[in-house]
């Protein structure tokens, strides 16, 4: 089975920030890359799909980045909406997640 | 509006059984594969099972296999979970989604709905 790790597990920053989070597939996935933000008590929502292409509705901030093994998700200018937790997904597969919350 | 609303969550006893309801919405629901993951308190997401589009074909994280069972009503626009034989750490948030049917993402989710097996 594919195994993904996502680094790193917390991440501290402030309102402005460029931010990244990278995921890593135990083995090539191509570009079967998902990631999705959640807040508590809320479900998960789809931002970015096979790697890099944004879902509708996702602010531009947003982008993914990747193939192979080696992906990011990077936020340009992080926002007050944006402390939340991202998870990277390769079919049924799930990251451990990245809190991303206020420095 | 394209919405996903689970149902059936609850507390229930060890080796109990429960049945979790997932109304679909907005969209085509026949037309997609559809998801149960689940999220235990303050944990990560966990997919549980999925079901294509005519629900002839499942699938079962090993965790769940031969407890849970995958199933549709695409006259009803609904999908279920039915969950036998539960244990303490079937305790998660259950949520349904939808498979976006591009890339193996879910593009919609449900709210979720609770189920806490405790004696």
């Known amino acids: 089975d594919i195994q993904m790790t996502q680094s790193p597990s917390t991440l501290s920053a402030s309102v402005g920030d460029r931010v990244t989070i990278t995921c890593r597939a135990s083995q090539s996935i191509s570009s079967w890359l998902a990631w999705y933000q959640q807040k508590p008590g809320k479900a998960p929502k789809l931002l970015i799909y096979k790697a890099s292409s944004l879902e509708s509705g996702v602010p531009s901030r947003f982008s993914g980045s990747g193939s192979g093994t080696e992906f990011t998700l990077t936020i340009s200018s992080l926002q007050p909406d944006d402390f939340a937790t991202y998870y990277c997904q390769f079919g049924v597969t799930f990251g451990p997640g990245t809190k991303v919350d206020i420095k | 509006e394209v919405q996903l609303v689970e149902s059936g969550g609850g507390l229930v006893q060890p080796g109990g059984s429960l049945r979790l309801s997932c109304a679909a919405s907005?969209?085509?629901?026949?037309?997609?594969?559809m998801h149960w993951v689940r999220q235990a308190p303050g944990k990560g997401l966990v997919w549980v099972s999925r079901?294509?589009?005519?629900?002839?074909?499942?699938s079962y994280a090993d965790s769940v296999k031969g407890r849970f069972t995958i199933s549709r009503d695409n006259a009803k626009n609904t999908l279920y979970l039915q969950m036998n034989s539960l244990r303490a750490e079937d305790t998660a948030v259950y949520y349904c989604?939808?498979?976006?049917?591009?890339?193996?993402?879910?593009?919609?989710w449900g709210q979720g709905t609770m189920v806490t097996v405790s004696s």
């Open positions: 989604a939808r498979d976006q049917g591009i890339s193996d993402a879910f593009d919609i």
């Open positions: 079901i294509n589009s005519d629900g002839s074909s499942t």
């Open positions: 907005g969209f085509t629901f026949s037309s997609y594969w």
